[in-house]
């Protein structure tokens, strides 16, 4: 007997470690509530325990107020405590711990007054929590009451006692699986997936989910393949509209957009021969190469249909179209494409697969758009409107002219954004918390998160590896001195300690159990009508036992009400249906009954063969808890769980910092965070200083002039001040995904210098917009706006705020260039006839279809 009521002791804690149990009429049986109840093994010290509450010193006021709780069978025990009481009592002070922690707010400031509370306790303290949140609180007071006396927690703290990871307090429990290879990881998602839900089915009411890194490398690469294709269809939608409203045709346009089509298969087939792959990022290439290829096609009709509006022939408008546009889309399209290749140049290879996947894919797109689009141009039916409207021309001379008339006021006006844009800059950071990335739907994000916020103590561990159990024990030691660990797990525990009271303790319960045997299971199917009688029964006895419990002990009462209603639910699911149901019900409940005395007979046998002649060896471990801390090279590992959050930079910093005094080669998921986001960022930086050298260089090839140079990077240093500015007063922050437009913003953004100074040095007049070369910028400009503002439809955020960061300082560059830097020439030119002493050499109001201004205006050249 007294056996079979520690066996049932057992199984009632069992339950409560467990959580919510699948079955309400075990639920209501075993009363297993919120998960936050003390179990038998949460007593470390129970005899240090018992002399504290027996005899409880004076300043120690917790000790005192929870003696004066204890039920009366409880202070009969621990008067005349002994060793062969040690079940009674473990079990009867849990008992009334669990009571107590339940029963209401257990703080009082005076009372705690001498107890080092934990930063947890305390920040839950400040929370002011209620219902399971106010017995979590309970419970986590009397561990820092009582640090020596009780377990520190029911989570990954007792790993090693409960072979479950747990986190908060039991409510959540953690299987960890891998793939026998990384390229499976895929195969095994989708297999995991399969299982919970066939667990779902099986267990009604069970919350299942996914998550860990193959889990959410595998659902963020399958949103981001969704993301990608609805930004590249919105893409090529709008910057085709674009077009053809921007040129008000729609013939030309289309033999633009299937010449870029012809391009992003290119693109495709060079991908694969290069690459071989895509990753998270580079799937993207798709909707950015649409807004900045068809960049090209832009620029080229534009000027076609200028020289067709001045009387050339096609062959003629086309063939100078080529030749001096031609300069500038080839220059502006290896200055762009250089942008991204020299992300190649990088450490980082996921930023060097960008960066050739998207600047070769730009060289490749510039392929047909300047052989198969030429072609096509002087193909089919012309444009019956190969003149365009004069207000329009005259609409936008006007506007331009609101600048060029007035460079000084423009230069002021400038120089002032420019410096309100710069007080914002140091509100600009980097943030490096990946999970301000991720996709926030996703269901692995949603139980990373729940799992994160579950447990006040970090999920993420740094991993220190011992090559010998006395170099673990000696570095366990050392490590929890550090002021930025909370605490290590390890196996050192099992096999240091003093096993002498644990070897007898499973020496007691193999004599316990040596009697019990099991028979051969019934392989019959459940007799339903037997079995429901049998259910009747048992109900008639829990309603005798409701009236002795409702005398007494109204809980329990409680409990045997809910176990009457669980086997009247049952036997009515039972019963319901046709035979055909019955006899597929009875097929069913024999399973389970086989499955249930099978996990009943391999418990008690591997209790039974339990071997307490000898301390604990590796061997002697369960394998969950060897595969988790030996290594197959006999190696130790240390789970180090940092005090502080993790996910923040700083934390990391210290946390490697400190443990590098031990271990230089630590290394986990802290260490591989600091590394890479630290890599990533430094690769960017060093892509944008090349891409600046490439840009330069080309752009000196093209000009021959230092001083073209620096005027087509005038805009672009404005519009990425400017764009600073706006990420500092939005509070938009660089992240890793984001942190990709350094480069791109000088390779995109020079064009339109490229292509502005381009126009002068033919013409030597800075009226730009009334002509197809600022038409031209403004169309380019807004589908490269569409294209990368496309991806701000993504679910995820690295990529969302890549669009948007992206899409903004294209806009800001398009500003610059075609403002500041027409005004700039105007201004030029002004001071360079006052300098010659031409005071005609005056900028004039541009005039729809002007070629040139005066040969005197032209003192200042671009050669």
């Known amino acids: 007997m007294p056996a079979l009521e520690r066996i049932i002791t057992q199984a009632r804690d069992s339950l409560q470690r467990l959580g919510t149990p699948p079955s309400p009429g075990i639920t209501a049986l075993f009363g297993a509530g919120d998960g936050n109840a003390f179990s038998a093994d949460d007593l470390r010290d129970l005899e240090s325990f018992a002399a504290k509450l027996t005899q409880p010193a004076q300043a ?113 429990y953690l299987v960890t699986a891998q793939a026998p290879r990384e390229e ?62 921007g040129y008000q045709e729609t013939g030309r346009p289309v033999k633009a957009t299937l010449c870029l089509i012809v391009g992003l298969a ?73 942008a991204f290749l020299a992300m190649g140049l990088t450490d980082f290879k996921g930023i060097q697969e960008m960066g050739i996947i998207c600047g070769g894919g730009l060289l490749v797109c510039l392929v047909p758009m300047m052989t198969l689009l030429p072609v096509l141009l002087l193909r089919g039916r012309q444009n019956v409107l190969d003149q365009e409207l004069g207000d329009l021309a005259e609409r936008r001379a006007r506007i331009e002219n609101l600048w060029l008339q007035r460079p000084v006021w423009v ?119 037997e079995f429901s009688r049998t259910l009747y029964v048992l109900s008639g006895f829990a309603g005798q036992a409701l009236e002795e419990a409702q005398k007494e002990k109204p809980a329990l ?31 069913k409940l024999a399973e389970f009954q086989r499955a249930l005395f099978d ?73 591989q965070l600091y590394h890479y986001t630290d ?33 087509a990077l005038i805009p672009v240093g404005i519009g990425t001040l400017w764009l600073g500015g706006l990420m500092g007063w939005r509070g938009v922050p660089f992240n890793p995904a984001n942190i990709m437009t350094l480069p791109l913003v000088i390779g995109i953004g020079v064009t339109n210098g490229i292509h502005i100074l381009n126009r002068f040095a033919e013409e030597q007049t800075p009226s730009i917009l009334a002509r197809s070369t600022g038409k031209a910028v403004l169309v380019s400009g807004l589908t490269a706006i569409a294209g990368f503002g496309s991806l701000i439809l993504a679910q995820h955020r690295g990529i969302r705020s890549l669009g948007y960061v992206m899409s903004t300082g294209i806009a800001t560059c398009m500003i610059a260039g075609l403002t500041f830097l027409p005004a700039l020439l105007s201004l030029l030119i002004r001071l360079s006839a006052l300098k010659s002493k031409q005071p005609g050499a005056e900028v004039r109001p541009a005039a729809p279809g002007q070629e040139e201004l005066r040969q005197k205006t032209s003192s200042v050249r671009i050669r």
């Not at 621990?78 to 079940?87: E, F, G, T």
């Not at 002070?93 to 107890?115: C, H, K, M, W």
């Not at 693109?267 to 960049?295: E, Q, S």
């Not at 039974?608 to 290594?631: I, K, M, T």
């Open 60 to 172: 120690d006021g917790v000790s005192q107020d929870l003696s004066s709780q204890l039920s009366d069978a409880t202070k009969k025990l621990l008067s005349k405590y002994d060793a062969s009481l040690r079940w009674q009592l473990q079990h009867a002070l849990v008992e009334d711990l669990n009571r107590i922690i339940r029963s209401g707010p257990i703080y009082d400031p005076q009372r705690f007054a001498s107890t080092k509370l934990s930063p947890e306790t305390s920040s839950l303290l400040g929370q002011n929590p209620q219902g399971a949140d106010l017995v979590r609180l309970n419970r986590a007071l009397l561990l820092d009451a009582f640090p020596e006396e009780l377990s520190e927690s029911l989570g990954a703290g007792e790993v090693e006692q409960q072979v479950y990871v747990s986190f908060a307090y039991g409510r959540i």
């Open 184 to 245: 499976l990881n895929a195969v095994a998602v989708d297999r995991l997936r399969e299982l919970v839900e066939e667990t779902k089915a099986e267990v009604p009411g069970l919350n299942v989910g996914l998550t860990g890194e193959p889990v959410l490398e595998n659902d963020e690469m399958a949103q981001s393949q969704k993301d990608t294709l609805v930004a590249s269809i919105a893409s090529l939608l709008i910057c085709a509209l674009i077009f053809i409203y």
């Open 266 to 338: 290119y693109t495709l087939a060079f991908a694969t021969l290069t690459i071989g792959h895509l990753n998270i990022l580079t799937i993207t290439f798709v909707p950015i190469l649409i807004g900045l290829a068809i960049d090209y096609g832009v620029h080229l009709i534009a000027r076609y249909e200028e020289e067709l509006r001045h009387g050339k022939s096609e062959e003629a408008a086309l063939t100078k179209a080529m030749v001096f546009t031609g300069q500038g889309i080839f220059t502006g399209g290896f200055t762009t494409a250089g």
């Open 411 to 529: 230069s002021v006006l400038t120089l002032a954004l420019c410096g309100a844009a710069a007080t914002q800059l140091r509100k600009v950071y980097f943030d490096y918390n990946l999970l301000n990335m991720q996709s926030a739907g996703l269901p692995a994000v949603v139980f990373e998160k729940k799992l994160i916020d579950s447990t006040p103590k970090s999920v993420l561990f740094a991993a220190v590896i011992a090559t010998n159990l006395e170099q673990a024990m000696a570095w366990e030691a050392r490590i929890k001195q550090l002021p930025t660990v909370s605490s290590v797990d390890s196996i050192t525990g099992f096999l240091t300690e003093d096993q002498t009271r644990k070897l007898a303790t499973v020496g007691e319960i193999k004599r316990e159990l040596a009697s019990i045997c099991f028979g051969a299971p019934d392989p019959k199917p459940v007799d339903i009508p």
């Open 557 to 587: 009462a409680q409990q045997f009400v809910a176990l009457k209603q669980s086997i009247l639910d049952l036997r009515k699911e039972m019963l319901r249906g046709d035979d055909t149901r019955l006899a597929t019900n009875s097929l």
């Open 599 to 671: 996990d009943l007979r391999e418990t008690f046998q591997a209790l039974q063969n339990q071997d307490n002649s000898a301390p604990l060896r590796v061997a002697d471990l369960p394998p969950a808890l060897q595969h988790r801390f030996v290594g197959v090279t006999g190696k130790y590992l240390l789970m180090v769980y940092p005090k502080d959050d993790v996910w923040q930079r700083e934390n990391q910093k210290k946390l490697i910092r400190d443990l590098q005094t031990i271990d230089p080669s630590v290394t986990g998921t802290p260490v």
């Open 679 to 711: 890599l990533l960022k430094n690769s960017y930086i060093q892509a944008a200083k090349y891409s600046l050298v490439a840009i330069a260089i080309l752009v000196f090839l093209h000009f021959r002039s230092p001083l073209c140079v620096i005027l």
